[in-house]
């Protein structure tokens, strides 16, 4: 089983990552904590069987899908809750909710219960940075101008793998690798590995960072000081051999400090701010080694997580732990702080505006300025976290269980680009022509990559970008109710901008089903003929003109035209005549240029009455004209 360890980072090692505001009394079962230590999925039928109520189960089901990134299943189970009495329900849950109906790519929805959550919550810091730019999420998917990004094949495992740092020239990072190989069931989800960059610019093989620093708890989450001596390490609680647990039987997170000596880590101690009843993780020591900063839950936190910073003193003791406060934290999750050389503090949060899941966000703290996203390519619609930047070398480093990747969390390498390629054109009705609105529009490098992302105006117009890199790439369309339309794209080294794309897509109820009458996919009025007669009447042609525009619109489709008569006459001449009402009908259709290997037609005379007005049986004429029509069937 893949597991997302940046979950076992954050909440299974039981860091508790969901709470109610501060100010709300927690019931049992909106205990986020309590949620959060659940490893393994249970099922309706288990919880059911325990004793919970429906409304219990799903929020249970519901909040650990969303712990464990499958938003997908979280969504099932969150609407399964609000079918029951959404009055009730906390509207934590409608932000919950719509975040993964975001991470799904459901923005439209997602829009619906962020408006519910904002009505509810007009102070909520959340509902406050959602108001203030409702169009946030068309600027996000435009690609950096700056960076692409890289999948670290070399050293990802299929496990999962995350929170890089820098070391000399190493890049350490938290791995569960090991679950790969070892049959003991005492075995940690997690420990320090390290990978070594060579000239060739190709980092190494993963090998195990050092035996020191490795316990029978899971390690993660290193900051080193500049002259390499120091290193700071998130490590469960652990005493005696053992998982040291509180009431809630939770190993709360804690920092750990060790030092360098004759070339091994020693003098390992926590760190005095540590609690047996809350979690402390994810350090980051500024240049001067002067501050550090971290994640925690600790009281005076204003969401699940925030960040905190401490004053290191110069003979290594601490100052008191001081909270970011609201322009950094939120109501939810803020954690995986890296603080760069410039003082630029970069974290992960799903409380901002972001395109779903965990974002990465920035924020000058000497100027105190305001958050910002790095939009994409750094994030996606998934969890994107723990980023560590080089700002001398312009790379950095992150981790994301984004399709693609190797593993449940990969580690993806971030670099600097030339220059962007620009992309813009227009969503189409393949049939109509007419122009569809909120498209989301992804384009797509050779290998299935994502490289760039947007949502279409109400104009159904879109401008996306793509690094200049790619010279074959494609561009997709994706909108409920339709099904996907794509465009193979090329460009040359020179070229920087291509207009008038135009990418057509089909409503699903008109995709071409072996054996569909085109009369009820298209919706047409039914073709008849008057009595006796195999000429086609006036009021046909309109509908056979749609026919044949389906049909110019998607090449590869063939259609086998049945005409029939009424049970009225001899079955043998109703044959005849059905014969002739087809073939008439097929050679409208190739006059109007349809290759005529695409067209046949056949007669079924009576044979195939629709309704009771058989031989012998007195109907109106109206009645008998229900059968004197022609079918379109796609065949193959």
């Known amino acids: 089983m893949k597991l997302n360890l940046h979950h076992i980072g954050m909440i299974l090692l039981l860091l508790p990552v969901f709470a109610l505001s501060q100010k709300k009394t927690k019931t049992a079962e909106d205990n986020f904590d309590h949620y959060g230590y659940m490893v393994n999925m249970s099922t309706y039928e288990e919880l059911s069987k325990q004793g919970l109520t429906d409304e219990e189960i799903c929020k249970n089901l519901g909040n650990t899908a969303y712990l464990n990134a499958k938003y997908d299943e979280a969504t099932y189970w969150f609407s399964k809750l609000f079918e029951l009495n959404d009055s009730s329900i906390d509207s934590d849950y409608f932000y919950r909710y719509a975040q993964a109906l975001k991470s799904t790519k459901n923005y439209r929805e997602s829009e619906i219960w962020m408006n519910k959550f904002k009505k509810a919550n007009t102070n909520d810091v959340r509902a406050l940075k959602h108001s203030e730019d409702e169009n946030y999420l068309k600027e996000l998917m435009a690609p950096s101008m700056e960076f692409t990004v890289e999948n670290l094949s070399s050293i990802n495992s299929k496990e999962s793998d995350f929170a890089p740092s820098f070391y000399q020239n190493q890049l350490i990072f938290s791995t569960a690798r090991d679950l790969e190989t070892s049959k003991r069931t005492s075995t940690p989800y997690l420990n320090l590995y390290q990978a070594t960059k060579p000239n060739d610019g190709k980092y190494s ?183 560590v930047f080089d700002e001398e070398r312009t790379i950095g480093f992150f981790a994301s269980n984004r399709p693609g990747g190797i593993g449940g969390d990969d580690i993806y390498y971030l670099k600097t680009i030339d220059c962007m390629v620009t992309i813009s054109g227009i969503a189409t009705d393949k049939d109509s022509e007419k122009a569809i609105p909120n498209v989301i529009m992804t384009a797509y490098d050779a290998s299935g990559g994502t490289i760039g992302e947007t949502i279409a105006n109400r104009e159904g117009e879109f401008e996306i970008q793509i690094p200049c890199q790619e010279n074959q790439y494609s561009v997709v369309g994706n909108l409920e109710g339709y099904e996907e339309g794509s465009l193979l794209l090329f460009t040359s080294p020179n070229e920087k901008y291509i207009k008038n794309v135009k990418v057509e897509m089909e409503e699903s109820s008109k995709k071409a089903v072996l054996g569909a009458d085109l009369v009820k996919v298209l919706k047409l009025d039914p073709i008849y003929f008057d009595l006796n007669s195999s000429y086609l009447r006036e009021d046909a042609f309109e509908n056979l003109d749609k026919v044949v525009a389906y049909m110019q619109k998607r090449p590869e489709v063939k259609v086998e035209i049945g005409s029939h008569t009424d049970s009225r006459e001899e079955d043998n001449y109703n044959l005849w005549l059905s014969d002739r009402r087809a073939k008439r009908t097929v050679s409208y259709i190739i006059s109007r240029g349809i290759d005529e290997n695409r067209i046949s037609g056949r007669g079924y005379g009576e044979t195939q009455l629709i309704n009771r007005c058989a031989n012998g049986i007195i109907c109106s004429d109206k009645d008998h004209q229900l059968n004197r029509r022609s079918e379109f069937i796609i065949v193959d």
């Open 205 to 387: 093989t993963a090998t195990s960072f050092d035996k020191e620093l490795k316990s029978m708890a899971n390690e993660s989450s290193t900051s080193f000081s500049k002259d390499g001596k120091t290193v700071y390490f998130t490590r469960n609680n652990f005493k005696k051999g053992g998982f040291s647990r509180d009431k809630k039987g939770i190993s709360r997170l804690k920092i750990y400090r060790a030092t360098l000596n004759s070339g091994l880590w020693g003098n390992i101690e926590e760190l005095p701010f540590n609690s047996d009843s809350y979690s402390v993780a994810h350090p980051s020591m500024n240049e001067e080694g002067t501050k550090l900063y971290f994640s925690s839950d600790m009281p005076g936190s204003l969401g699940a997580s925030d960040i905190f910073v401490v004053d290191i003193h110069p003979d290594g003791s601490f100052g008191t732990p001081e909270n970011l406060g609201p322009k950094v934290n939120t109501e939810s999750r803020e954690s995986f702080p890296f603080i760069s050389e410039s003082g630029i503090l970069y974290f992960a949060s799903d409380g901002h505006q972001g395109l779903g899941g965990l974002d990465i966000f920035s924020i000058d703290l000497k100027k105190y300025d305001n958050v910002t996203n790095l939009g994409n390519p750094i994030n996606s619609p998934y969890d994107d976290f723990s980023m």
